[in-house]
C-alpha cells in the first residue's frame, strides 16, 4: 500500500511485476497437476510454523538463524516469485536451492528484504491471496474472520507445500497478527510471536520510513483498522499506536491458539543466545507434532545488538509516548 512513496532506490519494477503476474498465471495446469498428485496420496505432511509480531521485530533474521541451523524449508527468494504456484516454486526451490542456508553466519538485510536467492522471503504475494484484507487497511474490521473455503484452501495449500519438502517449513507472514482466527482452525500449525523491545522496535520503524520513503512522516508498513485515525498523530504516536494495535490484536487471539500450538519468542535472546533460542523452537515444533527436527549447521554464536542511527532525544520521546500509551 506504500508502493507509490518509496524512494527510487526501493520501487518494484512495473515490468518485473507484469512479468510475473504472467508467468504464475501460465502455470495453473502444471500447479494443478503438482497439487493433484498429492491430495489423497498417503503422503504424510509435515507443520508449518507460521512467525508473527510486528514490523522489525526481527522475523527475517530470526528465519536467517533457524535456516541455518534447523532442518526446515522456508519460502526462498526464489519460491516466493512462485506465489500463485508455490508448489512449483517449492519443487524449484527443493532443485536448485537445497541447503545452502547452512553456509550462512554473516546475515543481512535491508528491511526485511534478503538479497540470496537462497534467503528467506515472507512470502507477502502469497500470504495476501488467502488473508482478506480490506482496500486500505490490512487488519479487517470484522476482526480477520476469513471464510471456511479460504481457511481450507491455506491449509491444504500449506500440507502439500510440506509434502513436497518432506520436512517442516517456517513462515513469516506479517499479516498473520490479523488474523488469529485462522491459526486457530488450522491445527497442523505452530504460531511463533516473536516481541522485540517496544521502544526499540518503534525506533526501528521510524527509521525505516525515513530509509524507505524518505520521511518518517510518510506511514509504512502494516495499516491496523483505526489507520485513519491514527493519521491525525505525529509519527512517533503514529508508530506507538501501529506497534500498539498489531501486538493487541495477536494478544486477544493468543488464548484461542492451544497450548502447545503456540510460543513466544524475544528478538534480544535470540541476539544473545541465539543457540538456546533456535533449540527451544525445535523443542516447541517437537513438542507439537510427531516429527524430529534434525540440527545441522555450525553452532550460533553471539551477535551485537544492531544501532537504530536515531538520535538520544528521538528515542527518549518514543520512549515517553509508549510509557504514556
Known amino acids: 500500500m506504500d508502493a507509490n512513496m518509496r524512494k527510487d532506490e526501493y520501487r518494484k519494477d512495473p515490468e518485473?511485476?507484469?512479468?510475473?503476474?504472467?508467468?504464475?498465471?501460465?502455470?495453473?495446469?502444471?500447479?494443478?497437476?503438482?497439487?493433484?498428485?498429492?491430495t489423497g496420496s498417503g503422503t504424510a505432511s509435515f507443520p508449518s510454523v507460521i512467525m508473527i509480531g510486528a514490523p522489525r521485530c526481527g522475523s527475517t533474521f530470526f528465519t536467517q538463524c533457524v535456516a541455518s541451523r534447523l532442518d526446515l524449508a522456508y519460502p526462498s527468494n526464489l519460491m516466493a516469485r512462485f506465489y500463485g504456484a508455490p508448489l512449483t516454486g517449492a519443487m524449484l526451490q527443493?532443485?536448485?536451492?537445497?541447503?545452502?542456508?547452512?553456509?550462512?553466519?554473516?546475515?543481512?538485510?535491508?528491511?526485511?528484504?534478503?538479497?540470496?536467492?537462497?534467503?528467506?522471503?515472507?512470502?507477502?504475494?502469497?500470504?495476501?491471496?488467502?488473508?482478506?484484507?480490506?482496500?486500505?487497511?490490512?487488519?479487517?474490521?470484522?476482526?480477520?474472520?476469513?471464510?471456511?473455503?479460504?481457511?481450507?484452501?491455506?491449509?491444504?495449500?500449506?500440507?502439500?507445500?510440506?509434502?513436497?519438502?518432506?520436512?517442516?517449513?517456517l513462515y513469516k507472514?506479517?499479516?498473520?497478527?490479523?488474523?488469529?482466527?485462522?491459526?486457530?482452525?488450522?491445527?497442523?500449525?505452530?504460531?511463533?510471536?516473536?516481541?522485540?523491545?517496544?521502544v526499540e522496535n518503534i525506533a526501528s520503524i521510524l527509521r525505516a520510513r525515513e530509509r524507505r520513503l524518505g520521511d518518517a512522516e510518510k506511514w509504512w508498513s502494516l495499516r491496523p483498522a483505526n489507520y485513519h485515525e491514527l493519521r491525525g498523530l505525529d509519527p512517533i504516536g503514529q508508530v506507538a499506536e501501529q506497534y500498539r494495535e498489531i501486538e493487541s490484536s495477536i494478544d486477544e487471539g493468543w488464548d484461542r491458539i492451544p497450548f502447545l500450538r503456540k510460543i513466544?519468542?524475544?528478538?534480544?535472546?535470540?541476539?544473545?543466545?541465539?543457540?538456546?533460542?533456535?533449540?527451544?523452537?525445535?523443542?516447541?515444533?517437537?513438542?507439537?507434532?510427531?516429527?524430529?527436527?534434525?540440527?545441522?549447521?555450525?553452532?550460533?554464536?553471539?551477535?551485537?545488538?544492531?544501532v537504530s542511527g536515531l538520535e538520544d532525544s528521538t528515542r527518549d520521546a518514543i520512549r515517553a509516548k509508549w510509557q504514556s500509551t
Open 264 to 306: 513466544r519468542l524475544s528478538f534480544e535472546d535470540l541476539l544473545e543466545n541465539p543457540e538456546e533460542t533456535v533449540q527451544t523452537l525445535k523443542k516447541a515444533i517437537e513438542g507439537a507434532f510427531p516429527v524430529s527436527v534434525e540440527t545441522v549447521g555450525t553452532e550460533l554464536r553471539r551477535f551485537e545488538k544492531p
Open 16 to 38: 518485473t511485476e507484469i512479468f510475473l503476474d504472467d508467468l504464475n498465471e501460465s502455470l495453473k495446469d502444471l500447479e494443478g497437476r503438482l497439487k493433484s498428485k498429492r
Open 173 to 198: 507472514n506479517s499479516l498473520g497478527c490479523f488474523f488469529m482466527s485462522v491459526w486457530e482452525r488450522l491445527e497442523n500449525t505452530l504460531l511463533v510471536h516473536l516481541r522485540r523491545d517496544p
Open 94 to 169: 527443493k532443485i536448485f536451492v537445497r541447503n545452502e542456508m547452512l553456509a550462512h553466519r554473516d546475515f543481512h538485510s535491508e528491511h526485511g528484504v534478503t538479497s540470496g536467492i537462497e534467503e528467506p522471503h515472507e512470502f507477502g504475494y502469497f500470504w495476501a491471496r488467502y488473508h482478506n484484507t480490506g482496500t486500505d487497511v490490512h487488519q479487517p474490521i470484522s476482526g480477520g474472520n476469513s471464510g471456511t473455503d479460504e481457511i481450507r484452501a491455506l491449509g491444504e495449500t500449506l500440507e502439500d507445500i510440506s509434502k513436497i519438502f518432506e520436512k517442516p517449513v
